[in-house]
């Protein structure tokens, strides 16, 4: 039986996965040469066009909005569209000739014989309203694509009903061939418009003329050459449940099961590793959610243990469990970690203490105070999370500055005029909507406490800021 | 309380925004604050400059204020310190430093030492060392103390609320005693005002690239570097250390009014004064020019004008411009001169110009006025292809150190301050692309919340309003430094002794620090050397017809009947189409009437609203009057209509009772419209003068209207006159050998208005027979005979031309020209073999172009290693079509000699309706027609208030379109990218040969051309 491949392309994915709820009039994105290099619909009923300057585009309609690709986000969207394919076919593959292609294998797929329409309104269910998406049926997964170019959204394309393959694939124009610029105008120039003129050319001269991978090309497309591809990778879940012999209420209880979890997950895990972990616990009628992160791959039971205690014995789930669920969450390949015998590896030690700190405390409660380049002392100083690189921005001169500074200036009442001699005189901060005018200097309070306090040069009014001793 | 005198005070150390991005306030504003608040004076010190000199000391002397010279600089070493001009040579010494010190950075940097200060003399340096250290380690105030002494150095200290004063001052006290130097206050002025903060904070965002949130400790902490009251001053500084600013300025009393320029001398002999060789050369120039006895009249003006340079001592200035015009003679580089100096007798017979003056009856009244003060104005043009060979003449004539071009300030513009403000304010890059595409379709200096509501943002949101402020504070300052498009000094003494020198961005090109406006107020005289596309077409055509210029007959009838019919097309200056539609209208016959043709499609004239008057005058349908008989003294030669722009000048002089000064400042105030928006006083006084003289205050008005729309754009008439002759001789050409004309523009381009396309149709309509690319016949460039012209092979796209040297190389040795004998053994490249085989050059040779480009795909250059050898069987492959063969040479040549895309199309749009252009403007004035064609270009000028003009194209003929601005956004899309338009409208007629068709209703077929591409130039 002859194998039967359905080609999924999606012909403007990078745009329009902007614009998904259709709040924007259209978007459109440029490539590295700044022409327009892919347009939703909204922009193409304004009149935007593949290859048209970036410049051109804007004058044309100045109110859509140009967006750069978000190569995550497409393979996302990517990879969702292939899981729900591997539901039909035992092969799902990209299309690496264009940059949304999909192709699953249909063939011998009983619900796909009785039902077609099915697989393509999941499809497109799956595009929804704001995803255009061309189908193509075809014996290769070339042809497949081909025809989907060659069809119309959301319908699918497989050629003349009435002939047979070897008759409709010669009328594919060469156009839609993925060459590049230069390769098609040299075809357009020679008249050759289908594959049937490309194929009543000599082979040899041909291959000669534009290069073999042509010839491979037009084989695996006519299916005379095999068209091996990876396939796409099927996700799997990790995720280890079962119910537990007894109730358990503590962390005492829970440890036991917890570590044949990690364990029988780690098992299944092989080569890859988690940083975020779920743990589900069931009772009879209620349920307990936690998740946990760590800086590292967690590999080693211990660790895992401990952290999980960290944040259990701070958080407990207060029912007795019944049953219990560990999913690792966002695996990575891993190859472990290369370490010195005789090295104690200190920065490891920090990583596992930051992470058992935040198992306990929460991972917003960690942080770092960094000094940031702002006169303005309420803004000299940010928190940052602790693996964040430090910066050089202390104070280019040595101007005093209080030891404590107060978390926010608090109105005083100052007996004496300043010696203008030791104003510091701070003014900043209009492009951010705190602009700020002050003459700091330091004043002796009747307790004796050191204070750094500003007179606001608008209100004329004091504030302490801070305290030096 | 009594309070104590405010205590006497000079700011030595200030910058302004001339120092770019460094500061905020202009020279002009500086001073009058200085002034305000009682200083006794102030010094402009730019960072490594002296860009702002001349405007600071013009307007020193105009409020009275005494003004020191000096600039900033900072060792590579690691030392800040001023440098105060004393005296003369200490100007020059500064001068000297400042070149020296640029020559050695890249463009807006430079480079300095200890070293290069240790011998100067007439300068006077207040140090501004680091305190915070020992005095003791600082070698480079040692050094520079035991090399100037310790009377021209002083220690300088800032002071600026930093809240360590009283350290700085004690600090302070240390160094004076180590170094026994006296000490001086001083405050780094970059602000007029303290509220010009966040301006300042804005330039320093953007000199440094980043938003003004991410600048940190770069940006200053405080607003006090601006002029503060001298009160203010006193709570700060010690009496002695403010004292001694006033006896530092006492000392400095150098002005740039000691300056003196001298231009060089030429190439005058020895034996000679200046004034008499020129006296010599122009005698010996008459005799040239009228070998059978000049007119007594022209005679006797030349006489007046040796006298007028004479008195004025401008004799080097003429023999310099004739030595560099003379020069490209020499090299057959076509010139021309313009300007007011230029169309005179004297150089008519220098051959600086060729305006006959006898021939144009031009009134030489802008020729040099000892009354006007004006400097002498020559602009030189050069074939552009070689102007740059005469710059690098003169400066090889006369040495980089006395010829350099001058420098234009750029300053900014709503566009360009929207795009540094956006930036500086952290706005996304999208966010400023989306920002500065609105403004394309602004006028005007300001920019206005909304607009950018228009664009997609808030204008009530916070950033947005501070985007608004900063934008509109920032148009109108400087933003950098330019070239001037071809302005070049040239002097006596060495240029760097006078002004700084610095290298350009372009390679063997060195600069002024000097604006070309500021060169007038010191009286340094320029030659503008400007290039012109032009001058190389009538120099290639005329090398063609083995003349000169010169031999052109003047006056010739057929050449008046063929523009009277509009019939321009490649004419300079009068082939654009508003051009076009004037020249049936004014029907010019003689040469003068060239010279208002010139004129009046101009921004001034339009503006001011004089072109229907004039015409009507002109066809008698409407009586010439004047509103009084000075006016009528002046516009008497243009039927009471002001057309050029000293026509408006002279009426300011005549009927406004202004003087030389007046009428002078009256045209610099002009100059300076577009940037200021305003005549500034001198409006004022035009009113008043004009109603003093009885004139009605319409009048007035007008005259203003008309003054505004000649600051946009108008024309002196004599450069209009310079013009003419230029348009008189293309047209002669055009109209008696049209092929050598169309072979010169082919080969000129890119130029003018018209693609080659247009260009070649044109030549078809006046019977040339123009003949395709073809390898055997073919040159680099387009060759006419007789009335047939060859396309050259500079005509196909993207060919190497070191590749078709080689080519024709290996003709003229009578080599084999089919195509693997040039890859294998002319070294021809394939693939440009390959863009000549799709652009039919090896039609004759091969059959037809498919199977010139299938044979010339399988060749490879042959190697070591055998490679497998393409069959020499032709191929199976079909004959192209006549589409086919349309889409490629429009691809490869962006013409094609076969049919007219339209003409694939006609039976199609005959089906819908749609007549060729020529048969439906035969139809009457009035009626609607239905034409299609292909879009050549679109305008959308600046005076036509928003109406777009389009033209199309089909295979009879072209037509206009007029687009009324209230229905160009209902069309946007076909009327700004549309390359095929289908066009419902009424057909308006003027005369036989202007012809409108007012668009009511537009289609856009550029789907039904596949891929057959038509060029097209935009014009906005």
């Known amino acids: 039986m002859a194998e039967q491949w359905l080609a999924v392309i999606f012909p403007a994915l990078a745009a329009e996965l902007w614009n998904l709820d259709g709040t924007l009039p259209g978007v459109w994105i440029a490539d590295t040469r700044q022409r327009v290099w892919q347009m939703d619909a909204g922009a193409a009923k304004q009149g935007i066009q593949i290859g048209m300057s970036a410049a051109q585009a804007r004058a044309l309609a100045p109110q859509l909005q140009v967006m750069q690709r978000d190569a995550e986000r497409e393979f996302n969207l990517l990879d969702r569209c292939a899981q729900l394919l591997y539901a039909w076919g035992p092969q799902v593959v990209a299309l690496q000739e264009w940059p949304h292609a999909l192709a699953v294998e249909l063939q011998g797929n009983s619900r796909w014989r009785a039902r077609p329409q099915a697989l393509l309104q999941a499809i497109r269910e799956f595009a929804g309203e704001r995803l255009r998406i061309r189908l193509g049926l075809a014996p290769t997964s070339l042809a497949a694509a081909l025809f989907a170019w060659q069809g119309k959204d959301g319908e699918l394309c497989h050629g003349p009903a009435d002939r047979s393959f070897t008759e409709c694939w010669q009328e594919i124009p060469l156009k839609l061939l993925p060459a590049n610029d230069t390769l098609h105008a040299r075809w357009e120039s020679l008249g050759l418009y289908s594959c049937g003129d490309w194929l009543r050319l000599d082979r040899r001269e041909r291959a000669l003329r534009f290069g073999p991978e042509w010839e491979r090309f037009l084989d695996r497309l006519r299916g005379i050459r095999a068209d091996p591809r990876s396939p796409w990778p099927l996700q799997e879940e990790f995720v280890v449940a079962f119910p537990l012999l007894q109730e358990v209420s503590d962390w005492q209880g829970l440890r036991f099961p917890l570590r044949r979890a990690f364990q029988e997950l780690r098992l299944r895990l092989r080569h890859r590793a988690s940083t975020r972990w779920e743990l589900l616990l069931q009772g009879r009628d209620a349920q307990y959610r936690q998740l946990l992160h760590s800086r590292d791959p967690l590999t080693s039971a211990e660790l895992f243990l401990q952290l999980w205690q960290e944040r259990l014995q701070r958080h407990p789930w207060g029912f007795a469990a019944r049953h219990l669920q560990l999913r690792a969450m966002d695996t990575e390949n891993w190859a472990g970690e290369q370490g010195a015998f005789w090295e104690q590896n200190l920065l490891r030690e920090q990583g596992q203490l930051l992470d058992r700190w935040r198992a306990r405390l929460g991972v917003d409660s960690i942080y770092r105070v960094q000094p940031r380049a702002d006169h303005r002392p309420e803004y000299a100083w940010h928190s940052v999370v602790p693996e964040e690189s430090e910066t050089n921005t202390a104070l280019p001169d040595l101007r005093p500055r209080p030891l404590w500074l107060l978390p926010e200036p608090i109105p005083v009442s100052v007996l004496h005029e300043p010696e203008t001699s030791e104003l510091e005189r701070i003014e900043g901060g209009w492009w951010d909507g705190h602009d700020v005018s002050r003459d700091y200097f330091r004043w002796r309070r009747s307790d004796g406490a050191e204070c750094w306090v500003f007179r606001d040069r608008r209100s004329a009014r004091y504030f302490l800021h801070g305290y030096f001793a | ?1020």
Request: aromatic share 8%.
């Open chain 2, 1 to 1020: 309380m009594d309070t104590l005198p405010d205590p006497a005070y000079a700011e030595l150390y200030c910058l302004s925004n001339l120092s770019f991005q460094q500061a905020t306030a202009n020279v002009e504003d500086l001073l009058d604050r200085a002034k305000a608040l009682g200083y006794a004076a102030l010094a402009i010190t730019e960072e490594c400059s002296l860009y702002s000199a001349p405007r600071a000391h013009v307007h020193a002397q105009t409020i009275a204020f005494p003004l020191l010279i000096g600039c900033t600089l900072q060792l590579e070493e690691g030392l800040r310190l001023v440098l105060l001009v004393e005296d003369r040579a200490g100007y020059a010494a500064l001068a000297q430093l400042i070149s020296l010190a640029r020559s050695r950075a890249e463009k807006g940097g430079y480079r300095i030492f200890l070293a290069d200060l240790l011998p100067l003399s007439g300068l006077l340096a207040i140090l501004l060392p680091e305190y915070r250290n020992a005095p003791a380690a600082d070698h480079l105030v040692t050094e520079l103390r035991a090399a100037w002494g310790g009377a021209r150095l002083w220690l300088g200290l800032s002071l600026r609320y930093r809240g360590d004063q009283q350290r700085q001052l004690t600090a302070l006290r240390h160094w004076q005693q180590h170094f026994q130097l006296p000490a001086v206050a001083c405050t780094g002025v970059r602000m007029a005002r303290r509220s010009e903060r966040f301006l300042l904070d804005v330039l320093t965002a953007i000199r440094l690239r980043k938003p003004v949130s991410a600048v940190g400790w770069d940006l200053p902490s405080n607003g006090e570097q601006h002029l503060r009251t001298r009160q203010q001053l006193a709570q700060l500084y010690p009496a002695e250390l403010l004292a001694e600013s006033v006896h530092i300025a006492q000392r400095c009393r150098f002005s740039l009014q000691e300056l003196r320029y001298h231009y060089p001398q030429g190439s005058c002999p020895a034996s000679q004064s200046p004034q008499e060789y020129l006296q010599q050369e122009a005698e010996k120039g008459l005799l040239r020019r009228y070998p059978h006895g000049a007119p007594e009249a022209v005679r006797q003006q030349l006489q007046e004008e040796l006298r007028i340079v004479a008195e004025l001592g401008y004799a080097n200035y003429f023999l310099t411009v004739y030595e560099i015009v003379s020069f490209a003679r020499e090299r057959d580089i076509l010139c021309q001169g313009r300007g007011s100096a230029a169309n005179s007798v004297l150089c008519y017979v220098l051959g600086i110009t060729e305006v006959d003056p006898a021939r144009a009856h031009l009134l030489f009244s802008r020729f040099l006025s000892r009354e006007r003060g004006e400097p002498p104005d020559i602009d030189i043009d050069f074939e552009h292809e070689r102007r740059e060979e005469v710059i690098q003449y003169v400066f090889r004539r006369y040495g980089r150190r006395h010829a350099a071009l001058t420098a234009s300030i750029i300053h900014y513009r709503p566009r360009s301050a929207m795009r540094d403000a956006a930036r500086a304010l952290a706005f996304s890059a999208s966010e400023q692309d989306q920002l500065c595409q609105q403004l394309a379709w602004w006028d005007g200096r300001r920019v206005l919340p909304e607009r950018l509501q228009e664009a997609g943002f808030d204008p009530q949101h916070s950033a947005v309003q501070r985007l608004i402020i900063v934008v509109n504070a920032l148009v109108g300052m400087p933003r950098h430094l330019s070239q001037h498009v071809g302005g070049m000094v040239l002097s006596e003494t060495p240029l760097d002794a006078l002004v700084p020198i610095e290298p350009a961005r372009m390679s063997e090109r060195t600069v002024l620090q000097w604006d070309k406006n500021d060169l007038d107020l010191l009286g340094i005289l320029k030659v503008d050397l400007l290039a012109l596309g032009m001058l190389t077409v009538l120099r290639r055509a005329l090398a063609d017809l083995h003349m000169r210029l010169a031999d052109l007959p003047a006056e010739d009838p057929q050449v008046y009947a063929m523009l009277q019919r509009g019939e321009s097309l490649g004419v300079f200056q009068v082939e654009s189409r508003a051009q076009m539609g004037m020249l049936p209208r004014l029907k010019p016959h003689c040469f003068y009437d060239l010279v208002i043709e010139v004129a009046i499609i101009r921004p001034g004239p339009i503006q001011g609203g004089m072109v229907h008057p004039y015409l009507r005058r002109r066809a008698g349908q409407e009586a010439v009057s004047y509103p009084g008989p000075e006016v009528q003294k002046v516009l008497e030669r243009t039927l009471g209509v002001p057309i050029f722009q000293e026509q408006v000048m002279q009426i300011a002089m005549e009927a406004a009772g202004f003087d030389g000064d007046a009428a002078d400042g009256l045209r610099r105030a002009m100059a300076a419209w577009r940037r200021k928006g305003n005549l500034g006083p001198y409006q004022q006084r035009l009113l008043e003068g004009l109603a003093a003289r009885g004139y009605a205050e319409d009048f007035a008005q007008q005259l203003c209207e008309q003054i505004r729309g000649f600051a946009e754009y108008g024309f002196p008439e004599s450069h209009a006159a310079s013009f003419a002759l230029l348009v008189y001789a293309s047209a002669w050409i055009k109209c008696h050998h049209p092929a050598v004309f169309t072979a010169a523009l082919l080969n000129s381009q890119p130029m003018g208005f018209y693609a080659p396309a247009q260009i070649v149709e044109e030549a078809k309509r006046q019977g040339v027979q123009v003949l395709p690319v073809d390898i055997r016949r073919s040159h680099w460039e387009t060759r006419a005979r007789g009335r047939r012209v060859r396309l050259g092979l500079h005509q196909v796209k993207g060919l190497l031309r070191s590749d078709i040297e080689r080519c024709l190389a290996w003709r003229e040795a009578d080599g084999n020209l089919d195509p693997e004998t040039l890859l294998q053994d002319a070294g021809v490249g394939r693939q440009s073999l390959e863009k000549l085989a799709r652009a039919g050059a090896f039609d004759a040779l091969l059959g037809h172009r498919r199977e010139a480009l299938w044979q010339i795909l399988a060749l490879c250059k042959n190697t070591a290693l055998a490679l497998p050898v393409a069959s020499k069987q032709p191929s199976t492959l079909p004959p192209p079509s006549a589409q086919s063969l349309c889409r490629d040479d429009y691809q490869q040549l962006g013409l094609s000699l076969g049919p007219h895309p339209l003409s694939f199309l006609r039976p199609q749009l005959e089906r819908e309706g749609y007549r060729s252009i020529v048969q439906s403007l035969r139809r009457p004035s009035g009626t609607k027609v239905r034409v299609a064609g292909l879009v050549t270009h679109r305008q959308r000028p600046s005076t036509a208030h928003g109406t777009v003009f389009l033209t199309i194209v089909d295979e009879s003929g072209s037509a206009n379109l007029i687009v009324w601005p209230q229905r160009v956004e209902e069309w946007r899309r076909p009327v700004l990218h549309g390359k095929l338009l289908g066009v419902l409208g009424r057909l308006e007629k003027n005369g036989p040969y202007v012809h409108n068709i007012i668009v009511e209703e537009i289609q856009d077929y550029s789907t039904r051309l596949s891929d057959l591409r038509a060029v097209s130039q935009d014009f906005q």
